[in-house]
Structure formats: C-alpha cells, structure tokens
C-alpha cells in the first residue's frame, strides 16, 4: 500500500491521480491458485505481483462489471506486459 501512495492516499491501481477514499483492497495482478497459497509459492508474496485497488475495482476485475471501475481503466490482454509485441 506504501508503494501505491501519493499525496498520503493509496492509489487505485498505483494510478497517483486515482486516490482510494474507501476500503482498500491488494489484487494479485497474475492470478494465483489454492495451491500457490498451500505451497506458498513466490507468487502469492512477491510484491511486484501485488497492487492496491478499491474494493470496487477488485470486484469489477473479478466479476467483470466495469460500469464500477476508474474510466480509464484497460483490462488486462495477452502480452501486455511483454514490450516487444
């Protein structure tokens, strides 16, 4: 939640200019199993795979109801994190 603060807010989705004024939640950014809790892989710990949300966008995320997300927010597709492609 440290690393997503600015101005003394936790940020939506580490967006600065998004401050959460409401229950704030950690999302896994790459999903993890049962079973990487139970084995407690990397994963499930490694903060760069950790980012604040409100408790709304971690919903939308989830349960796909965007109409509760920020405007801006883009969802997730294959290789987006790959700069190349």
């Not at 499930?44 to 349960?63: G, K, R």
């Amino acid at each position: 939640m440290e690393r997503d603060e600015s101005q003394g807010y936790t940020c939506d989705l580490a967006f600065p200019d998004h401050p959460i004024f409401s229950r704030v939640c950690i999302h896994h950014i790459n999903p993890i199993t049962v079973a990487d809790v139970l084995h407690e892989r990397s994963l499930v710990f490694d903060p760069d795979n950790l980012v604040s949300v409100a408790f709304q966008t971690h919903e939308a995320v989830h349960y796909g109801d965007y109409n509760l997300i920020m405007q801006d927010y883009q969802p997730r597709r294959p290789n987006d994190t790959c700069l190349w492609r």
